[in-house]
């Protein structure tokens, strides 16, 4: 009965090890891989926002957004439209009001779409993105198909003083890192707070959150802003990273992406959804990388192999990678209560 | 003396032409357990679900205490003092009994959900919530359930669970819809204890179909057939009632 199931929310000291070891081998990373690596798992971990950014939606409140894309994009394009042709800008008011400026799309189109459920609000979240992407899409003002560069990096500076410079690989690469964990720490806060439990509340049972007198528009429409402004910051740190913004990083592709992160990883802990993020973009890298048999490219055909590989994610371990480690850390110790896996 | 804490006048709610529930007036009383029964299709459901904002109401005005509450929402009805418990189990199934009842705790603390200084705190630390919890579910005798997952408890504890969520917001005014609907004898005696424990204090709807119960904890009764009321009265009046016992007693029983 998929009605009783619960998310993993709380980490069995198996999962928690490996996720400490995952953070230990991030720390590690760019003392051992090579740059083109380095800039690769800096995507990762920049996904990985994305991803949880999401996961607030999709996994704690039960709202699958397929326009989160959007918001991503909207910020990344804040940066393109601060940064002048001629000069640095300042990460400490760019990056500011970038977030602000995802969010603030988030809360207007949140605020007609949170009204729907189910199907509707996935295909209302969805229109809405298509509206977004086709206004800069068509605008030549706003970059049109071809999108923007970013000519600088942002700086980050105390009076004359250079605290780090972006410009830099294996700096981007611990600023990113900084903002995952920072992100995380965050969400995970969030998600015992009075604010999460009540989200949860709205996943498992809307009806009756209101019937205990629970505002359940007000929280709903909270939770699209923040995660739409979380998805700003991820889409900043993108434009920084690859310097350049097109109106696809809005498309329906990226959003949908997102979702399958969320799903590989596992949903409404946020951990998941990083370790989705990483298993995603390197399937991504594997599975484009795959060479010719004979007359067929099979790198080529990538979308057919990560379908594939998601497929028997949800038929098989429907609680994501994160829930196939906790099955294999607690091996005897499984008890009766939800028997996945 | 005898406290007024809801009226309905004439309430009326029509699903086209049906008129579903025609001119119903009642008032529940602090202190008492005010019965609605009826043949199925009567409007009780319908009633509840009027009184409690779930269904907008065609014509006619509810009233908490002194408020108007006509037209409003389900949650604002209930942080007004209103709590209702559901016919068909509306609990959190894959929550524990404590979270499905610490949760309806939380709906009495301020909620602002935009606060991100809120967002930082830890639920469990609201002392509110923690004593309202406990309490509801003492008083509904599920101390001993309370690390068990709501999904996997029995159908009886499910609807004390049912009942313990409605206590925790502390309402004054209780609607309670068929809470012994599916019961085994035990379970039934058990939740009828359990009534006549949280009748003081509160005004309390009872909609139920099991008559052995109904005259056991009614204070007042309400008859209803096809959406209109035929009779109210104390439990010996109905009793008595002949246009009752045509419509309704001498039927199933």
Request: proline share 10%.
């Given at each position: 009965m998929s009605a009783t199931k619960s998310h993993l929310e709380v980490f069995p000291a198996g999962v928690k090890l490996v996720l400490w070891l995952g953070l230990l081998a991030l720390l590690a990373f760019p003392f051992v891989g090579t740059e083109f690596y380095t800039q690769m798992v800096t995507r990762m971990m920049i996904m990985a926002i994305f991803a949880m950014s999401l996961d607030l939606l999709q996994?704690?409140?039960g709202l699958v957004s397929l326009g989160h894309a959007a918001y991503f994009g909207l910020a990344g394009y804040a940066l393109a439209f601060l940064t002048p042709q001629s000069e640095a800008v300042s990460l400490w008011w760019t990056l500011p009001l970038s977030v602000l400026a995802a969010g603030a799309a988030a809360l207007v189109i949140g605020f007609f779409v949170v009204r729907t459920h189910g199907i509707y609000f996935i295909m209302v979240t969805m229109a809405f993105a298509q509206m977004v992407y086709y206004v800069f899409f068509d605008n030549r003002a706003l970059g049109g198909s071809d999108g923007l560069y970013i000519y600088f990096k942002p700086t980050a500076q105390v009076g004359s003083l250079t605290?780090?410079?972006?410009?830099?690989k294996v700096t981007m690469y611990y600023f990113t890192l900084a903002m995952v964990l920072l992100v995380y720490l965050f969400l995970r806060r969030l998600l015992w707070s009075p604010f999460g439990r009540a989200l949860a509340g709205i996943r498992v049972n809307e009806h009756r959150m209101r019937a205990m007198g629970f505002a359940t528009f007000g929280y709903k429409l909270s939770a699209f802003t923040l995660a739409g402004a979380l998805a700003g910051l991820a889409g900043y740190l993108w434009g920084v990273q690859t310097e350049y913004i097109n109106p696809d990083l809005m498309g329906f592709h990226t959003s949908a992406h997102a979702i399958m992160m969320v799903i590989l990883g596992g949903m409404g802990n946020f951990a998941g959804a990083i370790v989705g993020a990483f298993t995603f973009e390197y399937l991504l890298h594997v599975f484009k990388d795959l060479p010719y048999v004979g007359e067929v490219h099979l790198g080529k055909h990538w979308q057919l192999w990560m379908g594939s590989f998601i497929v028997l994610v949800v038929l098989?371990?429907?609680?994501?990678v994160l829930g196939v480690v906790q099955a294999l850390t607690t091996r005897g110790a499984r008890q009766q209560k939800d028997g996945d896996v | 003396m005898s406290e007024i804490l809801l009226t309905a006048k004439n309430l009326t709610k029509r699903f086209g032409g049906l008129?579903?529930?025609?001119?119903v007036s009642l008032e529940l009383v602090r202190d008492t357990i005010h019965a609605v029964i009826g043949p199925n299709g009567a409007g009780k459901s319908t009633l509840t679900n009027l009184l409690s904002g779930d269904l907008p109401v065609t014509s006619g005005r509810i009233q908490i205490g002194a408020q108007?509450?006509?037209?409003?929402?389900p949650e604002q009805i209930a942080r007004q003092g209103l709590g209702r418990s559901y016919q068909k189990t509306n609990?959190?199934?894959?929550?524990s009994v404590w979270d499905n009842v610490f949760l309806a705790a939380q709906a009495r603390d301020p909620q602002?959900?935009?606060?991100?200084?809120?967002?930082?705190?830890?639920?469990?630390?609201?002392a509110g919530a923690r004593r309202r919890c406990s309490a509801a579910i003492e008083l509904a005798g599920l101390q001993d359930r309370r690390d068990a997952i709501a999904a996997t408890i029995s159908h009886g504890e499910q609807r004390q669970l049912e009942v313990a969520m409605t206590l925790a917001t502390e309402p004054q005014v209780l609607l309670l819809d068929e809470?012994?609907?599916?019961?085994g004898v035990a379970e039934a005696e058990r939740m009828v204890a359990l009534l006549l424990r949280i009748k003081k204090d509160h005004a309390m709807l009872l909609v139920e179909h099991d008559m052995d119960a109904v005259f056991t904890l009614a204070d007042a009764l309400t008859v209803m057939v096809n959406g209109q009321v035929i009779a109210t009265g104390t439990p010996a009046q109905i009793r008595a009632d002949a246009n009752v016992q045509a419509a309704y007693l001498g039927e199933e029983h």
């Open positions: 996994g704690v409140t605290l780090f410079a972006l410009d830099d098989f371990a429907p609680r994501g | 008129a579903a529930v025609d001119k108007d509450v006509t037209g409003w929402r609990i959190f199934l894959p929550f602002q959900p935009w606060n991100p200084l809120r967002w930082m705190r830890r639920a469990a630390n609201s809470p012994l609907a599916g019961m």
